[in-house]
């Protein structure tokens, strides 16, 4: 069986320790023969594919990105798509798929899978929104990454004593917030879930100066004031409809200033966010999903998606995981209110 592996979406650390878990148990134990399409699903359009083997896999384990290159590439808004991955499918004689992605490379996958192409999914992204999975890899890094700087941005804070709103990824989801946030000790996270009241964060500042502390906002790049409109500095949208978030960490800290009467900046981590060395837990996740998700090939069993419930690697199907995104449950985000201010 020739078995082909892409990554699409946006990088995260965790994707070369799926590859590697794919093709080392593929290889070993059911004598698959593997290739690697180059940047996701432009790779598959454009039949760029290239071979991958147990030797091409060694040493890839702590490093960062994919050694097979990705793009937001949409195989569904190009031309003749689905024929054209057929066409390189069967021109390289690959009889299944192993999708590694988030979201929107996970629900092109599963249609893909009705249009009857063998595939199992991998879920993979720093924003840990896939449904249907406790945990993606590549989420424990950027809240490690966020919380290392959070920590960092206290003590500067305090020797202004000014406010210092950190700005961290996550699309419509505050799971990077919220967790990064909350170890991190920020005075106030705000979340796409929850609409913030920007008089209430401002009161929120006043009183962390009154302590003789200097405060920080740790707000999701989806953060949305109430009444108002997501803040954007970007209009433009990629080949998934989405835009390109960033822009509330300057709002923020202009409108702070402007209604405390006190210094506030801003600091955006952006993609630090997703490139290094991952965590020892998104390595040891990203392994045991490859290697499920290879059992899952040689099971047969596709249009599933490899899953982290509790303790135990499951599959579930890949309409389920993609039919809508997970967001931070209210009750979750309510436990920690006490700490802001």
């Given at each position: ?5 892409l ?5 995260c ?10 093709v080392r ?9 593997f ?5 996701g699903?432009?790779g598959?359009?454009?039949?760029n ?6 030797s091409r896999?060694r040493?890839?384990l ?5 050694i097979?290159?990705?793009s937001?590439?949409?195989?569904f808004?190009?031309?003749d798509?689905?024929?054209?991955i ?5 021109a390289?004689?690959?009889d299944a ?14 249609e893909?899978?009705r ?14 929104d896939?449904s ?6 590549g989420?424990?890094t ?10 960092r941005?206290?003590?500067?804070a305090?020797?202004?004593m000014?406010t210092?709103?950190?700005e961290?990824?996550?699309?419509h ?5 919220l967790?990064a946030?909350?170890?991190g ?5 705000l979340?796409?879930e929850?609409?913030?009241?920007i008089?209430?964060v401002?009161?929120?500042?006043k009183?962390?100066?009154k302590?003789?502390?200097a ?5 999701a790049e989806?953060a ?5 409109q ?13 835009v ?8 923020l ?9 006190t ?11 997703r490139g ?11 392994t ?5 998700a290879v ?8 249009g ?8 135990e690697?499951v ?5 389920d ?8 449950d209210p ?5 920690f ?5």
């Amino acid at each position: 069986m020739r078995v082909g592996v892409l990554t699409g979406g946006g990088d995260c650390p965790g994707l070369n320790a799926v590859i590697r878990s794919v093709v080392r148990k593929g290889v070993q134990e059911y004598a698959f023969d593997f290739v690697g399409l180059r940047d996701g699903w432009l790779g598959a359009l454009q039949g760029n594919v290239v071979p991958l083997d147990i030797s091409r896999v060694r040493g890839i384990l702590p490093r960062g990105g994919t050694i097979l290159g990705s793009s937001r590439t949409n195989p569904f808004k190009h031309e003749d798509g689905v024929r054209r991955i057929q066409d390189t499918l069967a021109a390289h004689s690959i009889d299944a798929l192993v999708v590694i992605g988030g979201e929107d490379t996970l629900g092109a996958a599963c249609e893909l899978s009705r249009q009857g192409i063998n595939l199992v999914g991998v879920p993979k992204t720093i924003d840990n929104d896939v449904s249907g999975t406790d945990y993606t890899f590549g989420f424990d890094t950027a809240v490690g990454i966020a919380t290392e700087a959070i920590d960092r941005l206290h003590t500067t804070a305090e020797s202004h004593m000014r406010t210092l709103v950190v700005e961290v990824m996550g699309r419509h989801s505050g799971w990077i917030a919220l967790r990064a946030g909350v170890a991190g000790g920020a005075n106030v996270i705000l979340v796409p879930e929850q609409p913030f009241d920007i008089d209430q964060v401002c009161a929120w500042v006043k009183n962390r100066f009154k302590t003789n502390y200097a405060p920080i906002v740790v707000a999701a790049e989806g953060a949305v004031p109430k009444d108002g409109q997501m803040i954007l500095k970007d209009h433009t949208v990629d080949e998934y409809g989405h835009v390109r978030l960033s822009g509330i960490g300057e709002w923020l800290a202009q409108e702070i200033s402007q209604r405390t009467g006190t210094d506030a900046r801003t600091t955006v981590l952006g993609h630090v966010q997703r490139g290094g060395t991952p965590s020892a837990f998104d390595r040891w996740l990203a392994t045991r999903f490859g290697l499920h998700a290879v059992d899952a090939v040689h099971d047969g069993d596709f249009g599933m998606m490899v899953a982290l419930r509790g303790t135990e690697i499951v599959r579930v199907p890949l309409a389920d995981a993609t039919a809508q995104t997970k967001l931070v449950d209210p009750s979750l985000y309510e436990e920690f209110e006490v700490f802001f201010g």
